[in-house]
């Protein structure tokens, strides 16, 4: 688990093909990795990586082929920047939100504009996602916990602080760029948890909430 306060901004040092998939370097930059051994997970832009080798300046990480297909992995070339963060511990203050590593879409961004010292974006995503985006929830982009400020259908609207544009690659995003999303876990969980029984049952997987599905399976009175 992650918290979506990301640590460092690192770079694309190599990128090996290997049978079908890819295996990723790594140069982390200011991430301290005194801490990190074999087998320990970084996030990279929000996506959840194993540390299978660490040379000194970084790590390696072996990228799966689901991975490269979802995600916004497939943009990244050698010296693309990226944002690190290191695995959540029990004493880590949690100063985002829970993210799990496991990215959930990819979304698009539509608008940049100047506000004061901040930069608003509009951002859409992909339709199946729209649902679990609220006003004033937080939402991570490419690794970033950031709280959604406006939504309207399947576009929402971030405001950036200073201090996240100079800690992040926050600043690389322009209208069309791709970035990776993973929406409150706690969002997903909640639906599961409302289709009760019927969550063993293919056939009700993708079904809406409605209020007549709450009733019908006892939720309201």
Known sequence: MFTGIIEAVGKIANMEAK???MRLRIQTGKLDLADVKLGDSIAVNGVCLTVIDLP?????ADVSLETLNHTSFSQLKNGSPVNLEKAL??????????????????????????????????????????KYIA???SICVDGISLTVNAVSGAIFDLNIVPHTVQETTVALW????????????????????????????????????????????????
């Not at 000194?56 to 390696?60: A, I, V």
């Not at 639906?191 to 006892?218: H, T, W």
């Open 89 to 130: 511990t029990p004493t880590t203050r949690l100063g985002g939100h829970l993210v799990s590593g496991h990215v959930d879409g990819l979304g698009e961004m539509v608008s940049r504009e100047e506000d004061a010292r901040s930069i608003r974006y509009k951002v859409r995503a992909p339709d199946d996602l729209a």
């Open 19 to 21: 049978g079908g998939d």
């Open 56 to 60: 000194g300046d970084g790590f390696w």
């Open 135 to 137: 006003h004033k929830g």
């Open 174 to 221: 322009q209208p069309g760029v791709k970035v990776n999303l993973e929406v409150d876990v706690i969002a997903r969980y909640l639906e599961r948890m409302l289709l009760g029984d019927k969550a063993a049952d293919p056939k009700a997987q993708g079904k809406d909430i409605s209020l007549g599905f709450l009733a019908e399976n006892g939720y309201l009175k």
